[in-house]
């Protein structure tokens, strides 16, 4: 039986992957400036291209007039921005502190994956036509998400 065509579900993979990540720059805070600097360097990596895909792949591919998923795009856009502010903010404390904050900015991935996954995916998915998620994916898919 053929899979049915989901944004949602692409995207929850590329989450999962973030979140790995996160966990992985977690565990080296407290450890050697190398070690915590590189989990941070693949941290960023992967939120950056989860952020070019979603901004790409999905949002300039998206020409509905539906106001309410254009109103949570913009919505989504904003907090990217505040996320790579607090990571630009993150990157430069890492070479003078010892004690790193990272809740605040884990928090609020945590709030923009729920509001993708529950709020703007679902309704993505249901206003797209199969042709147009097909079109979509083909371009996430262009972009390496995770290491194959």
């Known amino acids: 039986m053929e899979e049915k ?3 949602l579900g692409l995207m929850v993979r590329d989450h999962i992957s973030i979140d790995l ?3 992985m720059f977690k565990e080296n805070l407290k450890k050697d400036f190398n070690e915590m600097s590189e989990a ?3 941290f960023k990596w992967e939120i950056k291209k989860h952020f070019f895909a979603e901004e790409k792949g ?3 591919s998206y020409n509905n007039k539906d106001q309410e998923i254009i109103s949570m795009i913009k919505h989504i856009m904003e907090e990217h921005d505040q996320i790579i502010e607090m990571l630009n903010d993150i990157e430069s404390e ?3 502190k010892d004690d790193i904050e990272i809740t605040g900015l884990a928090q609020m991935l945590e709030d923009h994956r729920k509001f993708e996954e529950e709020s703007l995916y679902p309704k993505l998915d249901a206003s797209l036509s199969e042709n147009q998620k097909e079109e979509i994916i083909k ?3 262009e972009i390496p998400l ?3």
């Open 40 to 42: 941070f360097e693949e």
């Open 58 to 60: 999905i949002f300039d």
């Open 146 to 148: 995770k290491e194959q």
């Open 94 to 96: 890492l070479s003078i």
């Open 139 to 141: 371009k996430i898919n």
């Open 5 to 7: 065509l989901s944004i």
């Open 21 to 23: 990540s996160l966990k």
